[in-house]
């Protein structure tokens, strides 16, 4: 199948301090790509939907001034988490589709600790 | 956000024991996705149903899609320890190309 790459794969920063996530589709073109948020032992929460070229949707109880997006090109998207505090640490995983109503590729999933 | 309730939310079997999980939901699915994540790993897809009442089978795991397009189940006739896991389902509605993820079923296999 279609390969995601997630960088980085873990991260601790310190709280107040910004941490990008990059999402790679590595052999396929993504026009649409989502990112999820998971914690221990809990499903997938979808965060936002990003889309090559314009503004990702976000959704609802999302604050899409701490977490931005940004979908530069049809092979890469990136998540910041802003002013990080210790109630953002978690589990960031994306996904990309080739297509609607196709299997989704997930990334590794990038692990970010705040302290 | 969204969430889908699945059922059970944890089962522990003793290996070659059976095992279901069901997914419902309350709107009609346009179709519905099945992942697994391994503890520590990132979800793989299984599979698709898209047609009313189909059944997809993939060696011992068996996939329904209900009649109504509203649930689904997944069921793995005699479990072993590889399929230790937590299985999800993902929901899709017409008219939208997003998935919501279902609450997750975590399947432990007992030797």
């Known amino acids: 199948g279609a390969v995601v790459s997630q960088h980085p794969s873990w991260v601790i920063c310190k709280s107040g301090t910004s941490v990008k996530i990059e999402c790679r589709s590595l052999?396929?073109?993504?026009?649409?790509m989502f990112w999820y948020r998971q914690f221990p032992k809990q499903s997938l929460m979808l965060m936002a939907t990003s889309n090559e070229g314009s503004k990702a949707t976000y959704e609802q109880g999302v604050e899409k001034d701490k977490f931005l997006i940004n979908h530069a090109s049809l092979t890469l998207s990136t998540l910041t988490v802003t002013s990080a505090h210790p109630e953002d640490s978690s589990f960031y995983i994306c996904?990309?589709?080739?297509?609607?109503?196709?299997?989704?590729?997930f990334g590794q999933g990038t692990r970010l600790t705040v302290v | 956000g969204q969430q889908v309730m699945q059922i059970p939310q944890y089962q522990h079997v003793q290996e070659g024991e059976d095992f279901t999980t069901y997914c419902n939901s309350s709107t009609t699915l346009s179709n519905i996705q099945w992942y697994k994540q391994r503890p520590g790993g990132h979800p793989v897809f299984l599979i698709q149903?898209?047609?009313?009442?189909e059944v997809k089978k993939q060696k011992r795991l068996t996939f329904q899609f209900g009649e109504a397009k509203k649930n689904s189940s997944l069921h793995i006739t005699a479990t072993q320890t590889t399929d230790v896991g937590t299985y999800f389902c993902a929901l899709a509605t017409s008219g939208t190309y997003k998935y919501i993820f279902g609450t997750g079923t975590r399947l432990k296999v007992l030797a």
């Open positions: 996904s990309a589709r080739v297509g609607i109503g196709t299997e989704a590729f």
């Open positions: 149903l898209v047609k009313s009442g």
């Open positions: 052999d396929f073109q993504a026009t649409t």
